[in-house]
C-alpha cells in the first residue's frame, strides 16, 4: 500500500486514513453538478408559472392535487424568476409577506437521446429552496425535502421514458413556514379576536434578524451520469515539508464492480500523481499549498482530481469522468492561534447575508463578483457564512479566490426552549451532514459553525451542544467546530466542546444606547473572562452598529454614519492589544446592508451595513479598508499588486 522511509509521513498518512473513516452517514452523495465528457447540464433557470396557496389553510393546492395537471389549469398564475425570492418581485404586499405553501412549474424539453439510451441516468437537482419542498415529475412525486439552503435531488430517467412524446412537467410546492423544530426555528400565531383582527389572521414569528425570503434561491437544473457513476469523492489533505497528500475516496453506484483511474493535475494540466485504487492518498512533490490570499504570493493554488469510472454489465459498458477541484492545506487550533499550513492565520474579515433587491436570497452572478470585488477593496481575508449556507457557487469562489470561511448552518435563533428537544436535534444532526456533504472538498472552509446565537444558558443546551458538535467532528475530524454566542461566558452550556470561542456583543448599541466610553472596559472584560474560564483563542464574530446612508452628526449620534465610526474604531483599539494575544479574529457585522422583519428598531432593514444595500461605501467602508490592509501587512503578506494598498 504505502510506503515511506520517514515516520513523520508514515503517520500522518495513517491519521488520513482515521479520519476518512468517519463518512458521512448519509447514503448518497452530492457532487456539484459539472459538465464533463461523460456528463450533460441543463439549467432550467428562467420563468416558472407559479401560485401562492392563499387558501384559509394553505392546503387546497393538495386537496386539488395542482400537480396532477398544468397549473394554469387549476387557476391564474402569474411569471416567477428562477432562482430569486418571490417576495419582493410583485406589487402585492400579501406576497411579499406570505407564509404556506407557494407553487411552481415547468415544462422542459428533454434531449431525446437522454431518453432513448437506457444507460444514463438523468438527475433533477435543486440548488435550494426555503423551506419545505415536495417535487413532482408529470404529477409524480419524486422527491422532497426540508431545509431551506441545502441541494437536494432525484433520479427521474425511468419517469421520462415511460411516454416519450410527454412533455416533462416539473411541479415544485415550497412552503415557508417555520415551526419550533425547523431550522432557523420559527412559530405560527392565529390571532382570532374579531374586533382586532381580520379573519383567519395569522403571523409569522421568529427570532432571528434577517428577512425569511422564500422561493427557490437556486439553481434548478438536470444533468446526466451513466448508469454505473461517480457517486461522491472525500478529500483530506496534508503535506509534510514539501510533499503534499491527498488522501482521497471515491464512492461508485450502479455497478457492481468497477475500474478506476484516478489523476491529480497542476494548474497547467500536467499528472502530478496518480493511482487506480477507489481510495489512497496520492503524493505530491513540491506541492502548491493553497494559501489564503493576503498570507502568501501563490494563493488560492488549486489542483484537479480528474476521477474516470469505467465498469460494465451484460448490455453496455459505462465511462464517467467527473473532476474536482483540490487544495492542499491544513488547518489546527492551538490554545492561542488559528493556524493555516501550520502559520498563524488573523481573520480580518465580514459577515455577509445572501441578500439583494428585487431577487432577495434569491444567486445573483452580479451581485456575487461585485462582493467579491468589494471584499478585496476592502482586505478582507474571511467570512462567515452568517446565517445559512451559501450557495456552492459562492465557496467555489471562496476556493479560486483565497478567501477563508466560516461554514455557518442555519441555527440561527435557537432561543425557545422547545427547539432544544430532540425533534429539533435530530433534524440539526441531518442539516450538518447535508452540510458537510456539501462543502467537506472546499480548502476554503476551515471551521463549521453550528448555531448563532442560541439561549445556550438554558439547561437542555448542554447536552444539545455536546451532541451536535461531537457528530460534527465525527462527520469531519479535520476541521475546528464552533458556534457564535451572545451568552454569559459563565453559563453558556455549550462553550466547552467549542474549539474556537466566538462572541458577539454590541456595546454601546443593544447595551448602554449612546455610551461609547463603555467599550474599551466591557470589551476588554469581555475577552479576559472568556479566556480566563477556557484559554481557547477567540473571534470577534460580530460587532458593530447602524448607520443610516447619509446621516451624519458630530459628535456623534446612534444610526449616524460618524456613530458607526467611533464604536468600530473603539472596538479596534482593543483588538489591537488582544490580538498579540489570543485573539484570532475580528469579523464586522455587517458587510452590507440587509432586509429584515419590519419592527421598530429596524429602517427598513438592518443598517450595520459598511456598505448600503446597493454596495456602495458608508464611511466606517474606508476606515476599516485602511485597518484591514494594515493588518493584512501586519499579520501576513501584501500581494504585488497592492504594494500602495491605498490607491486601490
Ligand atoms: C405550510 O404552511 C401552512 C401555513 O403556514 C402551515 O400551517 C403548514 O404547517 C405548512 N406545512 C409544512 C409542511 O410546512
Ligand atoms: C433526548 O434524548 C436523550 C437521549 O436519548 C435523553 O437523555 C433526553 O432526556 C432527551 N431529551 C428530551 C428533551 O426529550
Ligand atoms: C508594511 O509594513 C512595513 C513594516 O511595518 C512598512 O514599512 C510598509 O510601509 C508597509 N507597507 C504598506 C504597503 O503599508
Redesign the pocket.
Known amino acids: 500500500m504505502i510506503t515511506s522511509k520517514s515516520p513523520g509521513m508514515l503517520l500522518r498518512v495513517l491519521y488520513l486514513f482515521a479520519v476518512l473513516d468517519a463518512a458521512c452517514l448519509l447514503d448518497t452523495g452530492m457532487l456539484f453538478p459539472r459538465e464533463s465528457s461523460s456528463r450533460e447540464v441543463k439549467e432550467l433557470n428562467g420563468l416558472w408559472s407559479f401560485r401562492a396557496d392563499k387558501s384559509p389553510n394553505r392546503n387546497q393546492g393538495f386537496e386539488r392535487a395542482w400537480y396532477k395537471s398544468r397549473l394554469v389549469e387549476t387557476g391564474p398564475v402569474i411569471d416567477m424568476p428562477v432562482p430569486a425570492s418571490y417576495n419582493d418581485v410583485t406589487q402585492d404586499p400579501t406576497l411579499r409577506d406570505f407564509t404556506g405553501w407557494v407553487w411552481y412549474e415547468r415544462e422542459v424539453v428533454v434531449p431525446s437521446r437522454w431518453i432513448t439510451d437506457k444507460g444514463t441516468r438523468v438527475v433533477l437537482r435543486v440548488g435550494s429552496a426555503h423551506y419545505n419542498s415536495i417535487v413532482w415529475l408529470n404529477g409524480v412525486k419524486v422527491t422532497e425535502h426540508k431545509g431551506g439552503h441545502l441541494p437536494f435531488e432525484a433520479e427521474i430517467g425511468s419517469l421520462i421514458r415511460e411516454d416519450p412524446t410527454m412533455p416533462c412537467r416539473i411541479t415544485i410546492a415550497v412552503n415557508n413556514t417555520l415551526n419550533l423544530d425547523t431550522l432557523p426555528p420559527g412559530s405560527i400565531q392565529y390571532l382570532n379576536d374579531p374586533t382586532r383582527y381580520p379573519d383567519g389572521f395569522f403571523v409569522q414569528n421568529y427570532y432571528f434578524d434577517f428577512f425569511n425570503y422564500a422561493g427557490i434561491h437556486r439553481p434548478v437544473l438536470l444533468y446526466t451520469t451513466p448508469k454505473a457513476y461517480v457517486d461522491d469523492i472525500t478529500v483530506v489533505t496534508d503535506f509534510l515539508d514539501n510533499t503534499g497528500m491527498v488522501k482521497y475516496e471515491v464512492s461508485v453506484q450502479g455497478a457492481a464492480k468497477a475500474t478506476l483511474k484516478v489523476t491529480l493535475m497542476d494548474k497547467d494540466g500536467r499528472c502530478v500523481a496518480s493511482s487506480d485504487e477507489t481510495s489512497g492518498v496520492l503524493k505530491v512533490a513540491d506541492v502548491n499549498l493553497w494559501w489564503p490570499y493576503l498570507m502568501h504570493d501563490n494563493p488560492a493554488y488549486l489542483y484537479s482530481m480528474e476521477v474516470r469510472l469505467m465498469a460494465a454489465d451484460a448490455r453496455a459498458t459505462y465511462e464517467d469522468v467527473y473532476t474536482l477541484p483540490v487544495g492542499i492545506r491544513t488547518v489546527k487550533v492551538t490554545n492561542t492561534q488559528f493556524l493555516i499550513n501550520n502559520k498563524p492565520f488573523y481573520f480580518h474579515g465580514v459577515n455577509k447575508h445572501e441578500d439583494s433587491d428585487i431577487r432577495g436570497k434569491g444567486l445573483d452572478w452580479p451581485l456575487i463578483v461585485k462582493d467579491f470585488n468589494l471584499i478585496k477593496w476592502l482586505g478582507a481575508n474571511s467570512f462567515r457564512t452568517s446565517h445559512y449556507p451559501y450557495a456552492e457557487e459562492i465557496m467555489q469562489m471562496c476556493d479560486r479566490h483565497g478567501i477563508v470561511v466560516i461554514d455557518e448552518c442555519p441555527g440561527v435563533g435557537i432561543k425557545d426552549i422547545r427547539s432544544f428537544g430532540n425533534a429539533s436535534l435530530a433534524h440539526h444532526l441531518v442539516v450538518m451532514e447535508e452540510l458537510v456533504r456539501r462543502d467537506k472538498n472546499h480548502p476554503s472552509v476551515v471551521m463549521w459553525s453550528v448555531a448563532n446565537e442560541p439561549a445556550a444558558e438554558m439547561p437542555p443546551a448542554g447536552y444539545y451542544f455536546k451532541t451536535l458538535i461531537e457528530h460534527t467532528k465525527a462527520l469531519d475530524p479535520t476541521r475546528p467546530v464552533t458556534y457564535i454566542t451572545d451568552s454569559n461566558y459563565a453559563r453558556d452550556k455549550g462553550a466547552p466542546y467549542v474549539d474556537v470561542i466566538c462572541v458577539n456583543s454590541y456595546f454601546s448599541w443593544y447595551h448602554d444606547p449612546g455610551h461609547i466610553e463603555v467599550i474599551p472596559i466591557q470589551l476588554n472584560t469581555q475577552f479576559e473572562n472568556w479566556y480566563g474560564k477556557y484559554q481557547k483563542p477567540i473571534i470577534q464574530s460580530e460587532y458593530g452598529a447602524d448607520a443610516v446612508p447619509g446621516l451624519h452628526s458630530d459628535p456623534p449620534m446612534m444610526f449616524t454614519e460618524e456613530y458607526q465610526n467611533v464604536v468600530l474604531e473603539s472596538y479596534h483599539n482593543v483588538f489591537d492589544q488582544k490580538r498579540k494575544q489570543y485573539v484570532i479574529g475580528e469579523l464586522i457585522w455587517n458587510f452590507a446592508d440587509f432586509m429584515t422583519a419590519q419592527g421598530i428598531t429596524r429602517v427598513v432593514g438592518n443598517k450595520k451595513g459598511i456598505f448600503s444595500r446597493q454596495r456602495q461605501p458608508k464611511s466606517a467602508a474606508f476606515i476599516l479598508k485602511e485597518r484591514y490592509?494594515?493588518l493584512a501587512?501586519?499579520t501576513g503578506r501584501?500581494p504585488p499588486w497592492?504594494?500602495?494598498?491605498c490607491s486601490l
Open positions: 490592509w494594515r501587512n501586519a501584501l497592492a504594494k500602495y494598498p
